[in-house]
């Protein structure tokens, strides 16, 4: 499966580093879900409130383009 998606739309460098490493039970944190994924829902969570929870989820960016009101 990883052979597919690597040779497929799907790839990326961060899904080769990470799943390289996974697919080898190598979890040393290099950079920890914790953190991530926090700012990540708060970035989405602005998203949705500001408005623009139906626009295609790239829309997140606008969270650092467009100043708050």
């Known amino acids: 499966m990883a052979e597919i998606i690597g040779a497929s739309s799907g790839a990326s460098w961060i899904f080769e580093d990470r799943m390289t490493r996974a697919l080898r039970d190598d979890f040393e944190p290099r950079a920890a879900a ?6 990540a829902l708060a970035r989405f969570r602005e998203t949705v409130e500001r408005g623009w929870a139906e626009l295609d989820d790239a829309a997140v960016i606008k969270t650092y383009r467009t100043p708050r009101p």
Do not use: T, Y
Not at 34 to 39: C, E, V
């Open 34 to 39: 914790r953190p991530l994924a926090d700012a």
